[in-house]
C-alpha cells in the first residue's frame, strides 16, 4: 500500500514548454485533488476529481488542465509553462468511504525559469 | 471568501513545554477541521481530523479541539519534543475542498 505517489519529484522548464505532473492512489477512494503551495499563500485548491471522468476547477485553475480516465490516476497538465507556475505541487486522495482524511503525495517542486 | 488564519505563524519553545496553535475560520458550515504537520521540503502528514458534529479529538500527546460557533479550533501539544518541530497548518474541508491557513512553524529547543 503506498498511498499517494508523484513524479517526478523536481522539475525544471523553460517558459513556454509544457509537462505532466503524475499522481497516483491505491486507496480506491474517487475523490482526488491538486493543490499548490507557495511562500506565504498556504496552499491552495487547482483542480479536484470526484470520480473517474469527473473534474472541477479549484481556487487557481488558470493554466492547468486534468483529465481523470481511471480510478488511480490524476494526472495535471502545464499547457504553456510560466514563472508564475514555479511552485511546489501536492496532489491529495480522499476521503474514502471509511474515513474523512485526506491523505497527501510527497510534492513535486517545479521550477519554470 | 472562506479565509482560514493561524496564529502565530512561528513558535519557539524549550522542550517540555505544554503549547497550543491557534486556528481560526470564517464559515461555521464546516465538514470537517484537518490539522496537518509539513516537515521541511515534504509532504502533509494528517494529524487528527475532527468531523464537525464532534468537539475534540486525541492522539497521543496531540488534542486537537472545535469550536464551530466561535469558528476556532486549537491543537495542544503536550510535553513538547525537538522531534516535533515543523510546521503545522490547519485545513477547513468545505464539502471536501481543503481551505489551509499559511500554518505555524514550531521549533522545539532541546
Known amino acids: 500500500n503506498a498511498g499517494v505517489t508523484q513524479t517526478p519529484k523536481f522539475q525544471v522548464l523553460k517558459t513556454g514548454q509544457s509537462m505532466t505532473l503524475q499522481c497516483a492512489q491505491d486507496?480506491?477512494?474517487?475523490?482526488m485533488s491538486w493543490y499548490r503551495q507557495d511562500p506565504g499563500m498556504g496552499l491552495r485548491l487547482i483542480h479536484y476529481s470526484v470520480g473517474a471522468g469527473i473534474t472541477d476547477q479549484g481556487e487557481v485553475p488558470n493554466g492547468y488542465n486534468v483529465s481523470r480516465s481511471t480510478t488511480e490516476d490524476f494526472p495535471l497538465r502545464l499547457l504553456s509553462a510560466a514563472p508564475s507556475q514555479t511552485s511546489v505541487y501536492f496532489c491529495?486522495?480522499?476521503?474514502?468511504?471509511?474515513?474523512?482524511?485526506?491523505?497527501f503525495g510527497p510534492g513535486t517542486r517545479l521550477t519554470v525559469l | 471568501k472562506q479565509e482560514v488564519t493561524q496564529i502565530p505563524a512561528a513558535l519557539s519553545v524549550p522542550e517540555g513545554e505544554n503549547l497550543v496553535l491557534n486556528c481560526s475560520f470564517t464559515d461555521s458550515a464546516i465538514y470537517n477541521l484537518q490539522w496537518f504537520r509539513q516537515d521541511p521540503g515534504k509532504g502533509l502528514t494528517s494529524l487528527l481530523l475532527?468531523?464537525?458534529?464532534?468537539r475534540e479529538q486525541t492522539s497521543g500527546r496531540l488534542n486537537a479541539s472545535l469550536d464551530k460557533s466561535s469558528g476556532r479550533s486549537t491543537l495542544y501539544i503536550a510535553a513538547s519534543q525537538p522531534g516535533d518541530s515543523a510546521t503545522y497548518l490547519c485545513?477547513?474541508?468545505?464539502?471536501?475542498?481543503?481551505?489551509f491557513g499559511s500554518g505555524t512553524r514550531l521549533l522545539v529547543r532541546p
Open positions: 491529495a486522495s480522499g476521503p474514502g468511504v471509511d474515513t474523512d482524511t485526506q491523505y
Open positions: 485545513a477547513m474541508d468545505s464539502s471536501y475542498k481543503l481551505i
Open positions: 475532527i468531523q464537525s458534529s464532534q
Open positions: 486507496m480506491n477512494h474517487e475523490y
